[in-house]
Nanobody, 123 residues
Framework: QAQLVESGGGLVQLGGSLTLSCAASGLSLDDYAIGWFRQAPGKEREGVSCVESPFNTYYSDSVKGRFTISRNVAKNTVYLQMDSLKPEDTAVYYC?????????????????WGKGTLVTVSS
């Protein structure tokens, strides 16, 4: 059974940076697209960034230019570097995985999910 474990969340001030990690087990990054999603209180889960291969990445308009997704195939881990953080980035961030054969868009319809990590940006 595949498992995804997020880490790296925390409290940061406006303009600060955080790096989230998603460690995958039971699946290979060569076969799965990995995405970062977030859900703020009272809002639906939304796609933040996804990576299907080293050269196929997606970013939502709200984070483009501030967040960077990357992956380490040897460690089976995907990272989300978040810079210039804003209070509106506050949310629980989830890591999701979907088979590359079925992945089309960075949407919250993943096959596997982690439990999430909380990111809070204070002003």
């Amino acid at each position: 059974q595949a498992q995804l474990v997020e880490s790296g969340g925390g409290l940061v001030q406006l303009g600060g940076s955080l790096t989230l990690s998603c460690a995958a087990s039971g699946l290979s990054l060569d076969d799965y697209a990995i995405g970062w999603f977030r859900q703020a209180p009272g809002k639906e889960r939304e796609g933040v960034s996804c990576v299907e291969s080293p050269f196929n990445t997606y970013y939502s308009d709200s984070v483009k230019g501030r967040f960077t997704i990357s992956r380490n195939v040897a460690k089976n881990t995907v990272y989300l570097q978040m810079d210039s953080l804003k209070p509106e980035d506050t949310a629980v961030y989830y890591c999701g995985a979907r088979s590359s054969r079925r992945f089309r868009f960075c949407q919250p319809n993943m096959d596997y999910w982690g439990k999430g990590t909380l990111v809070t940006v204070s002003s």
